[in-house]
């Protein structure tokens, strides 16, 4: 029997891997996502993050196709009490103002006449009543923190939205926004969704000051790209030639290195030793780190999908831990070391 996962210092209680939604209305059909859903609520799922600017770079597209068939599925079902529903404003939605022109684009970032109207939209796309967990996509310079806190906290006292939370915030920056919601008496963000993988230097970016204020004040992980962009899936092997696809190229910039290629042959071996698939080692270590509640997986399949939900049943010894980190660390500063 799968345990659930608290969110942090939340009442939230979340199944231990989130389904990522980008891939719907993109790379997945409608068809596809209703079906890669229903196999993963019947596992136990109930978290399903989105975002409304999924998938706006697609041509013609403004935005919101992911939730609209996320409100048809769950319309379609009946299902909307078992489920924790999360999805995010900031991006630009629409047509964006022509450059070169005076004119603002008043259709995005996290200034209280946007998050108003923003969620507004995703409760009606959404075909609900309530956002379980409304997240800031990430930061927004022009606005002050306290604008966008206060805004959230009136969405929550209108029953609009339950929780908060964040994505893709600096140390410094989530501290500035749980410093500000003490100080001004504001709902705070109990979650952040941070990218968070065994990539360097990926995971040196999280942990090196990220981990320690989530660990602190009790913010719930909910990481993105787990598997590094299928990185960490054991698909990518050192001297061996490139899938043809426009992710593979993307990897071999971003993500192919000595260590990289290190860390995926010890998940292997960790992998065969259990008898498992290699993305699974990758997102049962994440499940050990402290503060990580469940790291945000995608599927284009339910036969992709279910690969990663056996992961909830994988058991890593004390070996296959320091194994995997021990390839996979970065290095520390002599305060990282005293701290």
């Not at 136990?44 to 597209?61: H, K, S």
């Not at 005076?102 to 946007?114: A, D, V, Y």
Request: glycine content about 8%; hydrophobic content about 35%.
């Amino acid at each position: 029997m799968t345990t659930y996962r608290k969110l942090g210092r939340s009442g939230l209680q979340l199944f231990p891997l989130g389904l990522g939604t980008m891939q719907f209305g993109w790379s997945a059909d409608e068809k596809t996502s209703f079906e890669i859903m229903d196999a993963y609520v019947a596992a136990g799922g109930n978290f399903i993050d989105t975002a409304d600017i999924y998938t706006t770079w697609t041509p013609g597209n403004p935005g919101g196709v992911s939730e609209e068939i996320i409100g048809r599925w769950i319309k379609a079902r009946g299902n909307r009490d078992q489920l924790v529903i999360a999805t995010k404003v900031r991006g630009a939605m629409g047509e964006k103002a022509s450059e070169g022109r005076s004119t603002i684009h008043q259709r995005e970032g996290l200034s209280r006449r946007w998050i108003l109207k923003a969620c507004e939209d995703s409760l009606r796309r959404l075909g609900v009543d309530h956002i379980d967990l409304y997240q800031a996509h990430w930061v927004d310079n022009q606005t002050p923190i306290e604008e966008t806190l206060s805004a959230f906290s009136e969405l929550v006292q209108r029953g609009y939205v339950r929780y908060l939370g964040c994505s893709n915030y600096s140390a410094w920056r989530l501290m500035e926004a749980l410093w500000t919601s003490d100080r001004r008496g504001l709902e705070s963000y109990v979650s952040i969704q941070p990218e968070y993988s065994l990539l360097s230097p990926t995971r040196a970016n999280f942990e090196r000051e990220l981990q320690r204020v989530a660990v602190e004040y009790g913010v719930g992980v909910v990481p993105w790209s787990p598997l590094g962009g299928g990185m960490l899936t054991g698909k990518y092997r050192r001297d061996q030639p490139l899938p043809d696809s426009v992710r593979a190229s993307e990897n071999a910039a971003r993500r192919f290195s000595d260590q990289n290629f290190d860390t995926v042959e010890t998940l292997v071996s960790v992998a065969e030793r259990h008898g498992v698939p290699t993305a699974q080692v990758s997102l049962a270590w994440l499940l050990r780190q402290p503060a990580v509640t469940a790291p945000i997986i995608g599927a284009n399949s339910v036969d992709q999908l279910n690969e990663l939900l056996g992961t909830v049943n994988l058991n890593l010894s004390d070996e296959d831990l320091s194994d995997i980190s021990r390839v996979s660390d970065w290095p520390r500063a002599r305060t990282d070391l005293e701290n």
